[in-house]
């Protein structure tokens, strides 16, 4: 069955920097861009941008453009979401989503992966 | 730059019928998606583009679009309802989602 998996919990000191993993089974990893959102506590679905592992093209919303970064490695149909310069605002859970090309409905999602940061 | 708006909460008595709308201009051109959202849970996909539901979910959920709203019926809601629902949709090549509905049913 079609799977997103990411990897576990992090805690993280202001301006540091994390990198969360989505690995993808059950289906051919480059056939679906992935997308990844971030969820702040108590708040609602925010998204942060996709990528397209055929190629590795990438968008981001322009506001994140110089704090995030994804990347893929199709050697182990996994997908990545590195963050920069982390502040306590960035506390949330981000999670992982595919979806076809130009499409925005997301029909499978990751676990979500918790970053936890403090001062 | 867009945005799609949606009422932060919303109720229904047990088995009653509920709308939950998102609106916004790009809403003319492109339809929305709806998502289900429990808590601690990852959001499901209920329903997407015109009025297409995933395997497995209950034919109680409905989907329609008109103007700039795009609304999400519940006809019979029952108890496992109650949720939190996101509505998404395109905006040229981003991605924009709704500020959420919080479903209570009674």
């Known amino acids: 069955q079609v799977q997103l998996v990411q990897s576990g919990t992090e805690v993280k000191k202001s301006g540091a920097s994390v990198k969360v993993s989505c690995k993808a089974s059950g289906y051919t990893f480059v056939d679906y861009y992935i997308h990844w959102v971030r969820q702040a506590p108590g708040q609602g679905l925010e998204w942060l941008g996709w990528?397209?592992?055929?190629?590795?093209?990438?968008k981001y919303v322009p506001k994140f453009q110089d704090w995030v970064t994804m990347t893929r490695d199709t050697s182990i149909n996994t997908a990545y979401l590195e963050l920069i310069s982390l502040t306590s605002d960035d506390t949330a859970v981000y999670s992982c989503a595919r979806a076809g090309q130009g499409r925005t409905e997301f029909d499978k999602w990751g676990q979500g992966t918790l970053v936890t940061v403090s001062s | 730059s867009s945005e799609v708006t949606q009422d932060p909460a919303v109720s229904v008595a047990l088995g009653q019928t509920v709308r939950i709308t998102c609106q916004g201009d790009?809403?003319?051109?492109?339809?929305a998606n709806w998502y289900q959202q429990k808590p601690g849970q990852a959001p499901i996909l209920v329903m997407y583009g015109k009025n297409n539901r995933p395997s497995g979910i209950p034919d109680r959920f409905s989907g329609s679009s008109s103007g700039d709203t795009a609304s999400l019926t519940i006809t019979g809601a029952q108890a496992e309802d109650e949720a939190d629902y996101y509505c998404n949709t395109r905006d040229n090549d981003h991605v924009l989602f709704g500020g959420g509905t919080k479903l209570t049913v009674l």
């Open positions: 790009t809403l003319r051109t492109y339809y």
């Open positions: 990528m397209n592992p055929k190629s590795g093209d990438t």
